[in-house]
């Protein structure tokens, strides 16, 4: 069965730091990897998604995620943070066989705070 | 615009008395599902559906029914809420095949009394 960790429930910055947020997933097959984004009071939003074409993957905002095999790692990263990039965050994987085709495994989600 | 809608975005509603919250896209989507969120355990898929008819359980089904007669709807059934349905819920739809992200609805957020 596929699953997803995301390391620390709370992250916290200053704005203008760099951002790090850990994910790692276990599942037996190469895997399509996401990171969506929620903002207060709204749904889920892809930030990014890894799909082998590339293990360093750009999303949106600024954001990017390197895809580590050895690792099983996903971590989402950006240079300098901004006011309006605290949200929850969270890392998905997509099933790719059997009952869990298509079905979207989630981590339990990182609050990310940014300070002035 | 493509998007999924949900209604209503938010219910408080009783024990036991029955509620359907709706949901359809405008993609032509297959793959539907219904996804609740709540602190600390992320999202849990509760229900989804590959196609019109074809509807399965998830990892939360208990207290929950669906149907899907149109490719473009799926709602979600609480015959009989509980207080331990109070969350915040989330459909969803993607394609069955290639990457197949999936775009959210703007969640409904229940609670029941």
């Known amino acids: 069965a596929q699953s997803v960790t995301q390391l620390g429930s709370h992250v916290s910055v200053s704005e203008g730091a760099l951002v790090l947020l850990r994910c790692n997933y276990s599942?037996?097959?190469?895997?399509?990897l996401f990171w969506y984004v929620q903002y207060p009071n709204q749904g889920l939003q892809l930030l990014l998604k890894?799909?082998?074409?590339?293990?360093l993957v750009k999303g949106i905002n600024g954001f990017e995620a390197e895809f580590k095999k050895s690792e099983t790692s996903f971590h989402l990263t950006k240079p300098s943070a901004h006011m309006s990039d605290a949200a929850e965050y969270f890392c998905?994987?997509?099933?790719?066989?059997?009952?869990?085709?298509?079905?979207?495994?989630f981590g339990q989600g990182t609050i990310l705070t940014v300070h002035p | 615009e493509a998007q999924v809608t949900q209604n209503p975005r938010y219910l408080i509603t009783v024990t036991g008395k029955k509620l359907t919250v709706t949901c359809s896209q405008n993609?032509?989507?297959?793959?539907m599902s219904w996804y609740r969120q709540d602190p600390g355990l992320g999202l849990r898929q509760i229900y989804y559906?590959?196609?019109?008819?074809?509807?399965d359980k998830g990892d939360v089904p208990e207290g929950y029914k669906v149907s899907r007669k149109e490719k473009r709807n799926f709602p979600l059934i609480l015959e009989s809420p509980s207080p331990n349905q109070t969350s915040l819920y989330f459909c969803?739809?993607?394609?069955?095949?290639?990457?197949?992200?999936?775009?959210f609805g703007q969640g409904t957020r229940l609670t029941v009394v």
């Open positions: 969803a739809s993607s394609l069955m095949g290639g990457v197949g992200e999936a775009f």
């Open positions: 599942s037996s097959v190469p895997p399509y």
């Open positions: 890894y799909t082998s074409a590339a293990t």
């Open positions: 998905a994987v997509r099933g790719t066989g059997g009952t869990s085709y298509g079905k979207l495994t």
């Open positions: 993609m032509n989507h297959e793959y």
């Open positions: 559906s590959m196609n019109v008819e074809v509807t």
